[in-house]
């Protein structure tokens, strides 16, 4: 999955386009899984530090 929208709530969104590609109900579940993770911090500086 290269790309997930979210709503203003942080929630993964799917448009018609995705579901129809997906095909099957499990492939959508599985869309929301691979979307259900924490975006890690952003770091900025010297890795050595």
């Known amino acids: ?6 709503d203003e ?9 995705t ?8 492939a959508v579940l599985a869309y929301f899984d691979a ?3 924490a975006v890690p911090p952003l770091r900025i500086g ?4």
């Open 35 to 37: 979307a259900d993770f």
């Open 19 to 26: 579901v129809e590609q997906c095909g099957r109900f499990d």
């Open 9 to 17: 709530q942080e929630r993964a969104v799917i448009d018609r386009q």
């Open 1 to 6: 999955m290269p790309h997930t929208t979210a």
């Open 46 to 49: 010297d890795a050595s530090a």
